[in-house]
Nanobody, 125 residues
């Protein structure tokens, strides 16, 4: 019943932009902390950005955190009315190439978490 479905990945040139979406269903989205991870072949899965769960329709930017490698370029946001979390990626670099995964973790019962299947982002000229 629980689903995290990523979309928006694809091939983009260096310096370009993509907006990833993760549509959630089957759980109480608003009380889950949402995050984006990425993993390139042969590398560890890396936390890219996270945004704290809450009851607001759209969580404020003060609850967001980012990996140093993407600060100033990526923005995570959520819309609790749509059960969707977004990752706006600007000024993309070849090293951003990876499979991007959506992750949900219950804000209080932190042993409860879910993963999406991932969406490929390729930054290449």
């Amino acid at each position: 019943q629980v689903q995290l479905v990523e979309s928006g990945g694809g091939l983009v040139q260096p310096g370009g932009s993509l907006r990833l979406s993760c549509a959630a269903s089957g759980f109480s989205f608003s009380i889950y902390t949402m995050a984006w991870y990425r993993q390139a072949p042969g590398e560890q899965r890396e936390l890219v950005a996270a945004i704290t769960g809450g009851i607001a329709r759209i969580t404020g930017s003060d609850s967001a955190s980012y990996a140093d490698s993407v600060k100033g370029r990526f923005t995570i946001s959520r819309d609790n009315t749509k059960n969707t979390v977004y990752l706006q990626m600007n000024s993309l670099k070849p090293e951003d190439t990876a499979v991007y995964y959506c992750h949900a973790q219950h804000r209080f019962n932190t042993v409860t978490y879910y993963w999406g299947q991932g969406t490929q982002v390729t930054v290449s000229s």
